[in-house]
């Protein structure tokens, strides 16, 4: 009986990864990324402002997008169900899960030596890894020719580079 639960469990998260939008990943990451570049030109925060930062922001968007998602589309179409509210808070959880990688960026870098300008260094070059890496697993995902991945990798090194700009151009 516990194997027959376990290998339905096993086939739901299956089905879910297979169902996977890394929409919110994408956008997670930009959204840390450009936290770190806002708040690197407000002054130097404390390592553990930044990080809490990161993750405060991250949350408060999937919740606004939790928010849409219920009350928009969904709430048109049927009625509210734990179900369905515990489906939309999955689905938007990357955009949580993006910000977690640039917040431990800040808080090891002391254990790399880095300054406090170093940390959101270090936290934008992780966020746009991230950025990049979620935009190639939707894509492969998706079932896209290794041109297209390639293609959307190149647009969000673009969109990576633009922020990064845009924080040379804030600070300097």
């Given at each position: ?9 096993r086939?739901r998260?299956g ?5 996977a ?56 179409q049927?009625?509210l169900?734990?179900?369905t509210v515990?489906h ?9 899960e993006?910000?977690v990688?640039?917040?431990?960026a800040?808080?090891v ?7 406090v ?5 270090l ?6 890894i991230s950025?990049?890496?979620w935009a190639?697993?939707a894509?492969r995902?998706?079932?896209a020719?290794?041109?297209q991945?390639v ?7 673009v969109?990576g580079?633009?922020?990064?700009a845009?924080k ?5």
């Open positions: 009986m516990l194997e027959k639960f376990r290998a339905q469990a086939v998260r089905e879910r990864r297979a169902h939008d890394y929409t919110g990943g994408v956008y997670g990451s930009l959204l840390a990324a450009s936290v770190v570049v806002g708040a690197s030109t407000l002054g130097t925060f404390p390592r553990l402002e930044l990080a809490l930062l990161l993750l405060a922001t991250g949350t408060v968007f999937w919740l606004a997008h939790v928010h849409a998602q219920l009350f928009g589309a969904r709430l048109a049927r009625s169900s734990r179900t515990l939309v808070c999955r689905e938007e959880w990357p955009i949580v993006a910000a990688p640039s917040a431990a800040v808080l870098s002391p254990l790399l030596g880095l300054d300008q170093g940390a959101a260094w936290a934008l070059a992780v966020a746009l950025q990049m890496g190639t697993a894509a995902r998706a079932g020719v290794w041109r991945v293609l959307t990798d190149a647009v969000n090194l969109i580079l633009l922020i990064v845009l040379f151009a804030l600070k300097h």
